[in-house]
């Protein structure tokens, strides 16, 4: 983990660079794009690493877990069609860096994550950056359901299927993005809750994610 937060030319550019490559991958949505290009994902690395921070792949962080590829975290977010203001849901913290992200588009974000050291972390660097959001420890695939409803959630790990207890927190609606598949492969899916017991269900592109843990998942 960087400790010295030193945000220069060189870093700035190449997330200038990092935004282009992913305007070529599809990434269409311009609030999105510009907080990828505001938020400094090396400050995310330990500093022997801040090389590979605007290289368009994951990146191992420690517990078992990666930061997430930014094309991945991009087309999540773009799924999303955040408005300011938005409550937000985040299944899987990590990093940070996806939190970050929705933080900057505006939102008010809940996020949870099962690994100690990585709540710890996060909820420690986050603010440190200026980023504000609530952070929880606990088991995601149940949602944080005292804090309920929510506008969106997002998921951030591949589960099996889409958690019901999940479905229940979303707000007649709200929007739903969950990677669903096996331990090797997923589909993203998106879900928008039309009523109490309905929803419009999408399938999209194949990711690999980590996956998700939990009572409701794997």
């Given amino acids: 983990m960087a400790y010295k937060y030193i945000d220069n030319y060189r870093e700035q550019g190449a997330r200038k660079k990092l935004v282009d490559i992913l305007r070529t991958k599809g990434i269409e949505d311009n609030a999105v794009l510009t907080a990828v290009g505001n938020v400094p994902r090396h400050f995310f690395f330990d500093e022997t690493f801040w090389n590979q921070a605007y290289k368009d792949i994951a990146f191992p962080i420690g517990e078992g877990q990666t930061i997430s590829q930014p094309y991945t975290v991009a087309y999540q977010t773009q799924l999303l069609h955040i408005n300011k203001g938005d409550k937000v849901l985040e299944i899987g913290t990590g990093s940070g860096y996806q939190t970050c992200i929705l933080v900057a588009l505006g939102a008010k974000v809940y996020t949870i994550e ?57 707000n007649i609606g709200g929007i739903m993005v969950i990677p669903v598949g096996d331990e090797t492969a997923q589909k993203m899916v998106t879900i928008l809750k039309t009523g109490e017991n309905s929803y419009e269900k999408h399938e999209l592109d194949t990711f690999r994610f980590v996956p998700l843990i939990g009572d409701k998942a794997w």
């Fill in 114 to 170: 099962r690994q100690e050291k990585l709540y710890e972390r996060t909820a420690r660097l986050l603010p440190q950056m200026g980023y504000k959001a609530r952070f929880f420890l606990g088991d995601g695939s149940k949602g944080i359901a005292h804090r309920a409803p929510y506008d969106k959630i997002i998921v951030t790990a591949g589960a099996p299927t889409v958690p019901d207890v999940l479905l229940s927190q979303l």
